[in-house]
């Protein structure tokens, strides 16, 4: 047991663990506040156990009321700076978040997406208070909010501190769907027209980009359920089809089309681009058929 | 009246919105002048728009008499630690500006040159404020004089808060040109004996790197008007020609030749390598030719 | 005399700056009180030629007794944040190293490496000060301490905050060897069950990637002495052997072989899978041998 | 429009400034918007002069869309410490100033005594921003109220905020009523049992104390309209009634009659203990009478 | 119960309460661990029932092995600023505590001062965590550690931080004893040559000073005991007899004897100078003898 | 050779420590250059003895070319908040200073007061570094200045952050001499109409105050040369003629002749009023003599 460790009220540790309740939740209970109890529970336990994190797990989830508070807490002591301050950032994010409901069910969806897909994410707090993809997404959907407001001036200076922040630049114009999973995400970069589907799985370095100077609608579209691995630069607008896999390293610039498999520099189609190998599933969503894994695991990352 | 004062001068808020100048300047203003006088007018139209920018707006840009000192501001701000304090860096930044006018007026090129060929740069002042490539260019201009100056150890701590706070790594050592985009820029590494030239577009994820432990001359030299992809990877002391372009992704080992194209890993000149494809235009500088475009435009992002 | 105080003896200045001692050190000393030695000598020298970092260098090194403390010390200030404070990180940092000394002779060892390998490390110092992908690694060290400590909530807080502060990711439950060499560092990915063995060299973007959703031993294994270049990504457990070398921008799906040499996206071994061509050196550690240097150094940044 | 938006609606700078307007209200509205309105017109006008002064401005007060959060961001911002984020002493002036509308309109009465009575106070603004008395006394207000609400230790800690930052110790159990002039303030000790009653004037180094070990009810009672002078020492359960005035730097340890002045250490009664000088307003609240001035005026300040 | 409250583990909030060990502590047990383990079941008691509070309450208390090592971290986090980084100020004052545990006795000793004296204490870590009287004084300890040992221009700048933060300004040579009670503490001065015995209680605004140029033995000496109320001046180089009690507001100027009271400006002696009326216990320690009350309570706060 | 450097020439530490010029300066060198000087070698000798002050030392005096910009850089990096940064005020420092030598020669006037006056000040820098009252006054002359360029919002900014940092409270429309010493000064309030001349010594809790309501010119007016003991009380627009002393806890409402000492609450002239006991020096300005210090000295601290 780690020094400075205190034991009070002769509950053990692994009393409250046990506590914690397992996955799924019951059907009885919406999902936002089954996975914020979850989270609270988490925070608990780790706090009891290692005394040197209990105060960051108090500030940034256990003295909140709701996800949406401890959310906006979070982004806000993380995304602020000297010239923009942690008090006006989280006044607007409880503002977006109060007045955009939807944006607290995409970030349920994308919690239950890490913990569902990622096997290094143990807890939905671990993903709450430390992926930075999750954060970066969160972060972006308010500046999309803002965006769609008109209030660009604001959505791009949020832009540009999630971009220094986390190292993810997404335009604030980007559209991006629900259960998006932003693996790792150093160094992702998703361009003003870019537009993702839902249950989304993308690693770090991918590149949904323009292609040169062209304005208007120049980036990629990405349908639901597509997995990009680690590195991939998909480049222009093109269109890859829902559930299609992009191998790592990929640079891609041309159609994928749906439940097919694209790897390589440039990226060519498993199976041949005339008979590209489809397969059944939503590889970003799912993620738990291994059928096909022989063709394409490798390219993920 | 006191210093940095601004003049409105009886006109109101949406005159000065609307005094915004449309882009480029008249020939009888100097061009440092004119873009920041345009800053201007752009951070006052974003500020009455916007309370919740407004601090941040005067601070960094409305509160200060010139370019030079609003971009000392802001990049103290951003580069400042608990250990390297923002009034050092202020000073430092303000002392280089002022005794070395080339810096700013590569600063003006530089804007200028995002302001021509990002689509999404809609204004000088989002890429004064927001662009982190910018940032790091500029910061870098500066440890770049100090190297030259013989005050190694502190460009060497300035090049570190860059790759920090940017996420942009270029030794102090290199020689840039103006006129630069480096776009998104997340993960650009250059090395010591690199050079740049005038006007060349760089995107994210580019290296421009030595070969293992050679010592002394060992880093790419790229030409004027010089467009490379992202996630490109330049190796060695080989030459870029002006007006080259590298498609995203590829990995160069060999000397590129002027106004000819570079795809792939390892990169081959488009057009085969005896009889490589030219082109006439500037691609990093001008943007604006389309007749090649099918041949290259989809490495780019 | 108090504590920590540096003992000038009435040595001058410039004096002080010709002890600099030229490497290596004599055989009589230990090598972690040499590099200690050869650090605050070049501290002492930056701080009496540039007064502008006098305060930096006496705050980070010069104050602290042991190079322990000094690296504690730069930690804690680099990677606080608002609800993680310095002095928390503090503790903890100074805990692990006076508990596991081997802490401390892996930092030795890196700081070496870094000396011996990189042509732009000119002293210790430089790297203990300024070297991103270095700093990341010894507080990747001590999360992997509180890892193998079960204190993991601890942990993997510590990684997210090096994650964003220094774009580097590496999971605590990751093993790593001794003399690691991570230059530029931005983007360097390692998964929870990647192996790291001694004298490695990476540069920066490297992923050590896992496939999918796999759960259990998913990640590479890197052999001593190997050499991976810029941009790699190695996916799966598979093995790369001693002394192996990985082209810059490769995309590794398989095992390659002891002093091999593998490129390419997909990467192939050079010289044919069946007979790759094998070399006797260990590129990671001496890099210093050349002689097949025709085949493969401009893979490498 | 953005929430918090001000609309300018076509005014100009100038003529913003010439709106400021007079004193008092107009009857149509009520007191709090009318305060409101003067305070942003004060900060408009500001601004607009002043480049240096607009961030501050902007942050504070102009993209605030009440008085409540505009204090509260400002209390947060003053009294916050490494260990007591700003956010979390927002969020916690916000819930009370919303769950206790009481609360602004004391803020409110305050700001009005501080117009009234202080002849340096020229502008509602300059008390709102710059009165340490003021901001202490608003903060008490809600320490105060987390002592009824049987949260005392965070009560407790933020009185010790208010002690560091203010130099001003008022014991969260005081009870303090509406239209407090607190001038100066430095030094200002409270203690818990004390009352004091509404449009009361107090200046610098005032102790309202207890006398020694005593337990319970120990501490001053002082009435409507009293004025204390600087330096005046009130000590034990005694009764100042209303109207009185205590000169500066006197000692008391007697009741004080109403309408009644007492002078000296120890301080005796005016015109003498058995037939005290009587006087018929209440100067702490009007203080424009001064029909007995050549009495009393010079023990104030 | 506030908001946000998190009652887990099934245990009461009063059920946790009523474990805080009642006062005095068993016999069997050091004064230090006794205390210690009293403000840390307080810290649990308060952060269980007040999360608003916890984070404050682990980061200062809970996470901390021992009394010394939480004390070093609160004044580091207290006394810090820009230019003195609070990780420098709690090795220092760590250091100070493990080299000198005498230090560590004043502290138990003016906690139980505290606890004994004053009616508002009710328990330990109110005074640990809010009294800046309490902080100040064991800053001051380890300045004058620092003074005693050469090392002058530290001491000097401890002093300035605490004068700064704490508003109580105690020259590092000033020699003080154990059980000191500095109760409101703003505006205390005490001299270069001045010395406090034990169990001295002092309220605020209270000045040990000199007299003039004069170099030298030139401040007060206050006896064992001695209880000096809010306001007085002691100037000169005079003795203050054990027991004798200083009237609030009071300026004394001469020798008071043992177990004496002077009240007034200029101080006189009750009872008179010839024949002062004596009494015979110790005001400032035990504080509990009430026979002579009439004469002087009043006097003090 | 950098801006900023500080040359050794080979000199020893110990060399130049011994350098440590004596008091007074020579007749042929500024006081401003020799003071600063001074105050250079006394920071050098202190960054070499101890290093754990070394990094303060360099940040604040040694890595400046001047004293102005040594003082401007502590001063910003003294009264900087989270909404008034500390790169703005060190530009406002900045150019008021070199705007206005006239208070560049004031700071050096109040050194050297300190110097003279203060026993307890052995070194200038130790005034320069620590002394809150000195610090209080020079950002007050800023705010003097401010406000008679009718700047007068930021003047008031400024006072009020002055009044929260250093607990002294200077009107900014208050004119004040050189030559002034504010020693320990916490508590200290200076009304708007207030005049302090040349050479004034005062002590902390002074104030010069007002009376009530009156608007105009109502408060003291001080010659030169006068001391004030602490905690004096002195209102009204009355005059204290040059050379006169306030002894400690006077509250003073009537002119004071020249040379005369008054004392006492409410304040007596020493002698009696008609025939005041007059003196021959000026003792705010030489404290040196003695002849009468039996009447007063006890009075001053």
């Known amino acids: 047991m780690p020094a400075g460790h205190v034991n009070h009220n002769g509950v053990t540790a692994s009393a409250v663990a046990a506590m914690v309740p397992t996955f799924p939740p019951p059907e009885s209970e919406s999902e936002e506040s089954w996975v914020w109890a979850q989270i609270k529970a988490e925070a608990h336990r780790d706090a009891d156990s290692e005394p040197a994190l209990a105060s960051f797990l108090y500030a940034t989830v256990l003295s909140h009321p709701s996800l949406a508070r401890s959310l906006a807490f979070h982004l806000a002591n993380k995304l602020c700076s000297s010239t923009l301050l942690s008090t006006l950032l989280y006044d607007l994010f409880l503002q977006c978040f109060s007045s955009s409901p939807s944006l607290i069910s995409a970030v349920v969806a994308d919690l239950l997406a890490a913990r569902h897909r990622d096997p290094a994410c143990a807890t939905f707090s671990h993903c709450l208070l430390n992926y930075k993809g999750f954060l970066a997404v969160q972060a972006h959907r308010v500046s999309h909010l803002l965006w769609t407001q008109n209030r660009r001036p604001l959505a791009l200076a949020l832009q540009s501190r999630i971009a220094d922040v986390f190292a993810v630049d ?83 610039l041309i159609d994928v089309p749906p439940r097919t498999t694209a790897v ?38």
């Open 264 to 301: 390589g520099n440039p990226a060519r189609l498993l199976g041949g681009k005339d008979k590209p190998s489809r397969h059944n599933d939503l590889p970003g969503e799912s993620m738990d058929h291994t059928s096909f894994i022989q063709e394409w695991s490798d390219y993920i990352i």
């Open 170 to 252: 997404i335009h604030p114009a980007a559209r991006i769907g629900k259960g998006l999973l932003l693996d790792h995400a150093t160094g992702v970069v998703v361009g003003e027209t870019a537009v993702i589907g839902n249950n989304v799985s993308m690693l770090h370095h991918v590149t949904l980009g323009g292609t040169g100077k062209a304005v208007g609608d120049r980036h990629p579209k990405i349908g639901d359920g597509v997995l990009i691995g680690a590195g991939a630069t998909i480049l222009g607008n093109i269109r890859i089809g829902e559930g299609a896999k992009i191998g790592a390293g990929s640079v891609v």
